[in-house]
């Protein structure tokens, strides 16, 4: 049976603009590596390919054309050259509608379909044209409606062609095929999210001291790289690393090269009119306060303003205080709606053109938002950029049926530096849960702008991908395609040898990870004598153990890219966990005076602390030659507090002259259910949805659609979840709902769901009532919340708990049913 190249799989509801390779590899624009008929040869032994591209055409575009050609050889190994509109013979034809004599060519003779391209912001079509030129007797042309559409044209070829956006950035080498066939036919994309990008923060040790190792600073020669890879991802936008950095000053070659490569640049939430707060600490004169030093902020930002020139960079507008703090105690609306004002006079004078011409965005982080909530209200043009909590879960959702011209978006995490702790060492964001809050921001009209904040970019390569895959069209992620993304995505990067069982990994790593951030985790977070320990660790012995076999069966060349985007955050948390639960262990023995024990585990928890230690120096040392120097640099083990510590701390260990207290053992509930126990039962159009593999216990239950109309009075045929279970005992019980940590996206205050017991009437719970700091903080921590309601005699014997759905944005984890104190 024929194979097919899973690359041309940039999958479509996946991987942006390409189609799925089905296994006969009769869709349109399919990479193969045999002949269909009607297909066109791309790579053959002893054949040249040729990449013409229109000499007039955008800069970046070349770029892409070189970068085509480069992973074209490193495919086939054979002959491609990038040709001109002279060039004899033609494989690929690509250009920009208006910017290119060839395209336009074919266009007015009807040889090209662009039909509906014209004006369409980043769209291509990819077709396979008869005679488009004079002595060629078919090729394969790519249009863009702009650079940038040509560009993720030129891009999407190389990924189905087996190069993965990846290559550079965690070493995945080309999938070889001496032959490559491409199918007949046409298809056409464009993005639904205008803006996607990544924000890189907190980039200090890791990839600050990466990049002053590799390139001599965080220069235009590392942004080329990251600029790269945003268009190889088919993402558009980015907020550059500021710990005392301006992408701006620091080399003035880097912005020009993003301005050449088609790559917007904004400035953070924090960072307006398009200047670093660098550029302040380095020019600024007086206090950061516009009440006292107008004139002198007007100033700056106005430079700001003139060093963007003629870029269609997004400008941040407003204003908090210096060094990413509130700008005031409580809410100052009139100057803050008096800044905005004067921001939008600096960019219509500077830009001589009305203000609302230029694309600005109002991030409404932290604090900002009480000024949204409390009734600013900034020009329609401008974009509403909502925020998560800073840990995954959106805070606000535009209103139900808001039209905008500026319309919203949503900036996200995958890193933070704040409290309850930091967490900026490994990757621990489950895709399902990544999902479920963009799907929600989506069907909330939030789709003008996503931005995710990558911390050091490294390791968050598979849930960078992800966000930005699903920013492309994110209709097309729904459920199942969500569940299949991790089994394609490591077949991007590994092939289909190996990409079924690497996707599993990712998977339980997701999953696992997502219960507590490392950063979190210590010797008392999980109990010895409940035996919770024992069954956490025993989880991440057994993925540690399925890693490492994958790896042995892994070919050398693969060897590097599976270090960097699977084992090393399998192994690195394997070993933490196995690192505290000997630290409890120990604890444990120099309570009840057993010396030897006590002295054993203090051995087992001194080598996994150097072990720690040996799986960084793989990384840095041993992986790729060497090439990610300080890129695990950040500090992990011995936080006390929510900063980290200056280097990593051994934890204190006891023995039998001087133990250390052991916390309360927690008692597990005596009878809990997984959320996919019961019977879905959907009502008033919505919907029930098993979400696999939500956390590491199991599944979740969300309704579809999110946006739809609070049941305000749930009961008969609204949306509910029964469950049957049987009790053991007479007498007073508790029976709680277990809860992802979301948040109330309306601005009511309240995420509720209701219970009824044996057919009674539901009874509310607000899983936010009382919110505090503390409250808060317990769930993000937990990655739960959990509310709960007294039954006051509950009898012995089966009994049927219904869950009915009041706010849809809610996601049901479980239920358990604990004896009533």
Same mark, same amino acid.
């Given at each position: 049976?024929?194979?097919?190249?899973?690359?041309?799989?940039?999958?479509?509801?996946?991987?942006?603009?390409?189609?799925?390779?089905?296994?006969?590899?009769?869709?349109?624009?399919?990479?193969?590596?045999?002949?269909?008929?009607?297909?066109?040869?791309?790579?053959?032994?002893?054949?040249?390919?040729?990449?013409?591209?229109?000499?007039?055409?955008?800069?970046?575009?070349?770029?892409?054309?070189?970068?085509?050609?480069?992973?074209?050889?490193?495919?086939?190994?054979?002959?491609?050259?990038?040709?001109?509109?002279?060039?004899?013979?033609?494989?690929?034809?690509?250009?920009?509608?208006?910017?290119?004599?060839?395209?336009?060519?074919?266009?007015?003779?009807?040889?090209?379909?662009?039909?509906?391209?014209?004006?369409?912001?980043?769209?291509?079509?990819?077709?396979?044209?008869?005679?488009?030129?004079?002595?060629?007797?078919?090729?394969?042309?790519?249009?863009?409606?702009?650079?940038?559409?040509?560009?993720?044209?030129?891009?999407?070829?190389?990924?189905?062609?087996?190069?993965?956006?990846?290559?550079?950035?965690?070493?995945?080498?080309?999938?070889?095929?001496?032959?490559?066939?491409?199918?007949?036919?046409?298809?056409?994309?464009?993005?639904?999210?205008?803006?996607?990008?990544?924000?890189?923060?907190?980039?200090?040790?890791?990839?600050?001291?990466?990049?002053?190792?590799?390139?001599?600073?965080?220069?235009?020669? %590392?942004?080329?790289?990251?600029?790269?890879?945003?268009?190889?991802?088919?993402?558009?936008?980015?907020?550059?690393?500021?710990?005392?950095?301006?992408?701006?000053?620091?080399?003035?070659?880097?912005?020009?090269?993003?301005?050449?490569?088609?790559?917007?640049?904004?400035?953070?939430?924090?960072?307006?009119?398009?200047?670093?707060?660098?550029?302040?600490?380095?020019?600024?004169?007086?206090?950061?306060?516009?009440?006292?030093?107008?004139?002198?902020?007007?100033?700056?930002?106005?430079?700001?303003?003139?060093?963007?020139?003629?870029?269609?960079?997004?400008?941040?507008?407003?204003?908090?205080?210096?060094?990413?703090?509130?700008?005031?105690?409580?809410?100052?609306?009139?100057?803050?709606?008096?800044?905005?004002?004067?921001?939008?006079?600096?960019?219509?004078?500077?830009?001589?053109?009305?203000?609302?011409?230029?694309?600005?965005?109002?991030?409404?982080?932290?604090?900002?938002?009480?000024?949204?909530?409390?009734?600013?209200?900034?020009?329609?043009?401008?974009?509403?950029?909502?925020?998560?909590?800073?840990?995954?879960?959106?805070?606000?959702?535009?209103?139900?049926?808001?039209?905008? %011209?500026?319309?919203?978006?949503?900036?996200?995490?995958?890193?933070?530096?704040?409290?309850?702790?930091?967490?900026?060492?490994?990757?621990?964001?489950?895709?399902?849960?990544?999902?479920?809050?963009?799907?929600?921001?989506?069907?909330?009209?939030?789709?003008?702008?996503?931005?995710?904040?990558?911390?050091?970019?490294?390791?968050?390569?598979?849930?960078?991908?992800?966000?930005?895959?699903?920013?492309?069209?994110?209709?097309?992620?729904?459920?199942?395609?969500?569940?299949?993304?991790?089994?394609?995505?490591?077949?991007?990067?590994?092939?289909?040898?190996?990409?079924?069982?690497?996707?599993?990994?990712?998977?339980?790593?997701?999953?696992?990870?997502?219960?507590?951030?490392?950063?979190?985790?210590?010797?008392?977070?999980?109990?010895?004598?409940?035996?919770?320990?024992?069954?956490?660790?025993?989880?991440?012995?057994?993925?540690?153990? %399925?890693?490492?076999?994958?790896?042995?069966?892994?070919?050398?060349?693969?060897?590097?890219?599976?270090?960097?985007?699977?084992?090393?955050?399998?192994?690195?948390?394997?070993?933490?966990?196995?690192?505290?639960?000997?630290?409890?262990?120990?604890?444990?023995? %120099?309570?009840?005076?057993?010396?030897?024990?006590?002295?054993?585990?203090?051995?087992?928890?001194?080598?996994?602390?150097?072990?720690?230690?040996?799986?960084?120096?793989?990384?840095?040392?041993?992986?790729?030659?060497?090439?990610?120097?300080?890129?695990?640099?950040?500090?992990?083990?011995?936080?006390?507090?929510?900063?980290?510590?200056?280097?990593?701390?051994?934890?204190?260990?006891?023995?039998?002259?001087?133990?250390?207290?052991?916390?309360?053992?927690?008692?597990?509930?005596?009878?809990?259910?997984?959320?996919?126990?019961?019977?879905?039962?959907?009502?008033?159009?919505?919907?029930?949805?098993?979400?696999?593999?939500?956390?590491?216990?199991?599944?979740?239950?969300?309704?579809?659609?999110?946006?739809?109309?609070?049941?305000?009075?749930?009961?008969?045929?609204?949306?509910?979840?029964?469950?049957?279970?049987?009790?053991?005992?007479?007498?007073?019980?508790?029976?709680?709902?277990?809860?992802?940590?979301?948040?109330?996206?309306?601005?009511?205050?309240?995420?509720?769901?209701?219970?009824?017991?044996?057919?009674?009437?539901?009874?509310?719970?607000?899983?936010?009532?009382?919110?505090?700091?503390?409250?808060?903080?317990?769930?993000?921590?937990?990655?739960?919340?959990?509310?709960?309601?007294?039954?006051?005699?509950?009898?012995?014997?089966?009994?049927?708990?219904?869950?009915?759905?009041?706010?849809?944005?809610?996601?049901?984890?479980?239920?358990?049913?604990?004896?009533?104190?």
């Amino acid at each position: 049976m024929m194979r097919h190249l899973f690359m041309s799989v940039a999958l479509t509801a996946l991987m942006p603009g390409a189609a799925w390779a089905a296994s006969d590899c009769t869709g349109p624009i399919m990479a193969c590596e045999r002949a269909m008929p009607g297909s066109l040869a791309l790579l053959a032994p002893g054949r040249t390919a040729t990449i013409v591209v229109d000499a007039g055409d955008e800069p970046g575009v070349a770029r892409a054309a070189r970068d085509l050609v480069a992973d074209l050889k490193a495919v086939g190994g054979g002959d491609v050259r990038l040709g001109n509109n002279a060039s004899r013979g033609a494989s690929v034809i690509a250009g920009t509608l208006g910017h290119s004599a060839l395209i336009d060519g074919l266009v007015r003779s009807g040889k090209l379909d662009v039909s509906g391209l014209a004006g369409q912001w980043e769209g291509y079509v990819e077709q396979v044209v008869d005679n488009p030129l004079p002595g060629v007797a078919r090729a394969l042309v790519i249009a863009g409606a702009d650079r940038r559409g040509t560009i993720f044209g030129l891009y999407d070829i190389s990924a189905k062609a087996g190069v993965s956006p990846w290559t550079w950035w965690a070493d995945v080498p080309a999938q070889r095929h001496p032959t490559l066939y491409v199918t007949a036919g046409r298809v056409a994309d464009h993005p639904v999210v205008k803006y996607r990008g990544i924000f890189i923060n907190d980039e200090e040790p890791g990839f600050g001291g990466w990049a002053r190792a590799k390139f001599g600073g965080i220069n235009h020669l %590392a942004y080329e790289k990251v600029f790269t890879l945003l268009l190889r991802s088919k993402a558009n936008f980015l907020w550059p690393a500021m710990w005392g950095k301006s992408l701006w000053e620091d080399d003035p070659a880097s912005a020009p090269l993003a301005q050449e490569m088609g790559v917007l640049l904004g400035t953070s939430h924090h960072e307006p009119m398009q200047r670093a707060q660098a550029d302040w600490k380095r020019e600024g004169r007086g206090p950061w306060d516009y009440s006292k030093n107008g004139d002198v902020l007007r100033a700056f930002w106005r430079k700001g303003i003139e060093r963007r020139g003629k870029a269609e960079d997004p400008v941040t507008i407003g204003m908090r205080g210096d060094g990413d703090e509130p700008m005031t105690e409580g809410t100052a609306t009139g100057l803050l709606e008096r800044i905005v004002r004067d921001q939008r006079q600096i960019i219509a004078d500077v830009t001589k053109r009305p203000a609302a011409e230029t694309p600005q965005v109002w991030a409404l982080y932290k604090e900002v938002q009480d000024y949204y909530d409390k009734g600013m209200r900034v020009p329609e043009d401008v974009t509403l950029l909502f925020a998560d909590d800073n840990w995954g879960n959106i805070r606000r959702l535009p209103p139900l049926g808001e039209h905008r %011209a500026g319309g919203a978006g949503v900036y996200y995490h995958f890193d933070y530096v704040g409290g309850p702790r930091n967490y900026k060492w490994l990757d621990t964001n489950a895709i399902p849960r990544v999902w479920q809050q963009m799907r929600m921001a989506d069907q909330f009209g939030a789709e003008r702008l996503w931005i995710v904040n990558v911390g050091d970019l490294k390791p968050m390569e598979y849930p960078t991908s992800f966000f930005l895959d699903m920013a492309w069209n994110p209709a097309r992620m729904d459920l199942a395609a969500m569940q299949a993304y991790p089994v394609r995505w490591a077949t991007q990067q590994f092939g289909p040898a190996h990409g079924a069982e690497i996707g599993k990994l990712l998977t339980r790593y997701g999953q696992l990870a997502s219960r507590r951030k490392p950063e979190l985790i210590d010797a008392t977070t999980y109990g010895l004598k409940n035996g919770e320990w024992a069954r956490v660790l025993g989880e991440w012995n057994a993925l540690d153990t %399925a890693a490492r076999g994958v790896e042995a069966r892994l070919p050398a060349h693969l060897r590097d890219a599976y270090y960097e985007l699977v084992l090393h955050r399998v192994q690195a948390m394997t070993n933490l966990h196995r690192l505290y639960e000997a630290v409890a262990a120990n604890r444990a023995a %120099a309570q009840v005076g057993d010396g030897a024990a006590a002295e054993r585990f203090a051995t087992a928890a001194r080598g996994y602390y150097a072990r720690d230690a040996a799986i960084r120096r793989r990384y840095e040392v041993e992986t790729a030659g060497g090439k990610w120097t300080s890129m695990m640099a950040q500090t992990h083990i011995g936080y006390t507090g929510w900063q980290q510590p200056d280097s990593d701390v051994m934890p204190a260990l006891a023995s039998v002259a001087k133990p250390l207290p052991l916390p309360p053992s927690t008692p597990a509930p005596r009878l809990a259910l997984a959320a996919d126990a019961g019977r879905a039962v959907d009502g008033r159009g919505i919907s029930w949805q098993r979400v696999a593999g939500f956390t590491a216990e199991g599944a979740a239950m969300v309704a579809n659609l999110a946006s739809a109309p609070v049941v305000e009075r749930p009961g008969e045929d609204s949306p509910h979840i029964v469950y049957d279970l049987n009790w053991d005992r007479a007498g007073p019980a508790t029976l709680g709902v277990v809860a992802a940590p979301g948040l109330d996206v309306r601005g009511g205050g309240q995420h509720r769901i209701a219970v009824s017991v044996d057919g009674g009437a539901p009874v509310m719970l607000d899983l936010m009532a009382g919110e505090t700091e503390e409250s808060w903080g317990r769930a993000v921590i937990e990655n739960r919340r959990i509310a709960t309601t007294r039954l006051t005699d509950l009898t012995k014997g089966r009994h049927r708990v219904t869950l009915w759905l009041v706010d849809p944005e809610i996601v049901v984890e479980g239920i358990t049913l604990d004896p009533a104190a």
